[in-house]
Structure formats: structure tokens, C-alpha cells
């Protein structure tokens, strides 16, 4: 009994020395990671570059200096806010030669609508020519039937003719009956020497619009002619400007130095 006591006994002392041995280890642990843990990382030190300094010697500076640097430091720094006046003048004629370009542009544009409406009026104009002349022929057709109608009833109105129109009517009054044609062919007459008046006023109406339109023809054809032979002149004008434009432009070779 004394043995299997003593036994626990020393087996409860090694038990309670082993777990105060590991707590200990356990403790010196995490206090080993808080230290670890509080450690900050070194600061980067900043070394300065050593600076040089030039030396006193005024004649040696003098001498590195070139003539581009001194001209460059001499010259006078022009604001960013002006402009260069050569520049400026550059681009002034370049808008002016541009804003010339397109007021020919404009120019030729306008010239061109009024040479299509030039031609629709020529061809409106020649069309109502045409068609007047062929209603001329038309009146004077006419004229030229209602002319041989009369004619052909001042004959007949002739009192012999009329007798020989009525000798074959059996009648006891025969005057009767040659007053009544004659009264006939000339009620006849009178109706064509309307028609007729009616187309000597027409014809003469369509002679003076055949007239007016003829002139107003005339009048466009030259008109366009013009146009032509305007903007002919014009382009070579324009093309004579830009070549002697072009050959003051381009620079006059410079002699060459004798060797």
C-alpha cells in the first residue's frame, strides 16, 4: 500500500512539473511573437550628394562658354502672349487668299445659275417661237381658204350667173328667186369677211409675238455668248496670274562663289 502511494505520489509531482514546464515554454512563446511583432522596420536614411563647387578661376568659365550660349543669353525672351509679326502677316494673306478663292468660287456658282436659268429661258423662248410660227401657218391657211371662198361668191353674186344658178327653177317669178340667192351669197360673204377680220387680227398679233419672241432669242443667245466668252477670259486671266504668282514665288538661284 506505502508503495502504490508513493507511486501516485511521484506520478502526480512529474505530471504537475511537466504542465508548469509547458506553460512556461508556451509563455516564453508568445512573449518571443509580441516582441517579434512590436519591431518596426528601420527608417531609410537619406544621404545628401555632394555638391560641387565650381572653382574661383573667372578666365577658365569665360573660356567653356561658345558664342551660341552668349547669343542666346543676350537675346532678349519674347512673351508667349505676342506673336510674331511676319507670322501674323502670313496668315492675314493666307485668309485673304483663301477668302478670295472663295468668292470666285461664289462668283462662278452664281454665274453658272444664271447661265441654266439663261438657257431655260433661251429654250422656253425658242419653243414659243416654234409654236407661234406653226400656229401662223395655221391662220394664214385659213386666211388663204376664206379668201378663195369669197372669191368664189363675188363670182357667183355676178347677175348673169346668178340668173344661170336659177333658170332651172320652175317658178311664174323668177326675180324672186334671184333675190333670194343673192341675198344668200352675200350673207355668206359677210360671215367669211368676219372670219377673215378675225384672222388678220390674229395674224397680226402672232407676227408681233413671233416678233418678241425672236428678239428676247437674240437677246439670250448673245447674253450667253457673253457669258462664254467672259468666263473664257476670265480663266485665262487666272490662269496668267497664278503662273506669274508661282514664278515670283519661287527663289532666284543664288550665284555661286568662284572657287
Known amino acids: 500500500m506505502a508503495k502504490h502511494s508513493i507511486r501516485r505520489l511521484l506520478t502526480a509531482v512529474?505530471?504537475?512539473v511537466f504542465v508548469a514546464g509547458f506553460l512556461l515554454v508556451d509563455s516564453n512563446a508568445q512573449k518571443?511573437?509580441?516582441?517579434?511583432?512590436?519591431?518596426?522596420p528601420a527608417a531609410p536614411r537619406i544621404t545628401n550628394p555632394t555638391i560641387?563647387?565650381?572653382?574661383?578661376?573667372?578666365?577658365?568659365?569665360?573660356?567653356?562658354?561658345t558664342p551660341e550660349t552668349n547669343s542666346a543669353e543676350t537675346q532678349p525672351v519674347r512673351p508667349a502672349g505676342d506673336q510674331d509679326p511676319e507670322a501674323m502677316k502670313k496668315?492675314?494673306?493666307?485668309?485673304?487668299?483663301?477668302?478670295?478663292?472663295?468668292?470666285?468660287?461664289?462668283t462662278q456658282m452664281e454665274e453658272a445659275q444664271r447661265s441654266m436659268v439663261d438657257l431655260e429661258r433661251l429654250s422656253r423662248a425658242e419653243a414659243r417661237?416654234?409654236?407661234?410660227?406653226?400656229?401662223?401657218?395655221?391662220?394664214?391657211?385659213?386666211?388663204?381658204?376664206?379668201?378663195?371662198?369669197?372669191?368664189?361668191?363675188?363670182?357667183?353674186?355676178?347677175?348673169?350667173?346668178?340668173?344661170r344658178a336659177t333658170a332651172g327653177y320652175g317658178t311664174t317669178h323668177p326675180e324672186d328667186v334671184r333675190e333670194q340667192r343673192r341675198r344668200q351669197l352675200d350673207s355668206e360673204k359677210q360671215r367669211i369677211r368676219k372670219q377673215?377680220?378675225?384672222?388678220?387680227?390674229?395674224?397680226?398679233h402672232l407676227e408681233e409675238a413671233i416678233a418678241t419672241s425672236d428678239a428676247e432669242v437674240e437677246?439670250?443667245?448673245?447674253?450667253?455668248?457673253?457669258?462664254?466668252?467672259?468666263?473664257?477670259?476670265?480663266a485665262k486671266t487666272k490662269a496668267q496670274s497664278e503662273g506669274s504668282t508661282t514664278s515670283a514665288s519661287k527663289p532666284?538661284?543664288?550665284?555661286?562663289?568662284?572657287?
Do not use: F
Open 129 to 163: 417661237s416654234t409654236a407661234l410660227r406653226a400656229e401662223l401657218r395655221d391662220v394664214q391657211a385659213k386666211e388663204s381658204d376664206l379668201e378663195a371662198k369669197a372669191e368664189e361668191i363675188d363670182y357667183a353674186l355676178k347677175p348673169e350667173n346668178i340668173e
Open 252 to 259: 532666284s538661284p543664288t550665284p555661286t562663289p568662284p572657287q
Open 196 to 204: 377673215l377680220d378675225q384672222l388678220a387680227a390674229s395674224h397680226m
Open 91 to 106: 496668315t492675314i494673306r493666307t485668309l485673304s487668299t483663301q477668302v478670295d478663292k472663295l468668292n470666285d468660287k461664289l
Open 52 to 65: 560641387y563647387q565650381p572653382t574661383d578661376n573667372t578666365n577658365s568659365s569665360d573660356t567653356s562658354t
Open 219 to 234: 437677246r439670250l443667245r448673245k447674253k450667253l455668248d457673253a457669258a462664254d466668252e467672259a468666263a473664257i477670259q476670265n
Open 14 to 16: 512529474l505530471a504537475i
Open 32 to 40: 518571443r511573437r509580441r516582441r517579434t511583432g512590436r519591431r518596426r
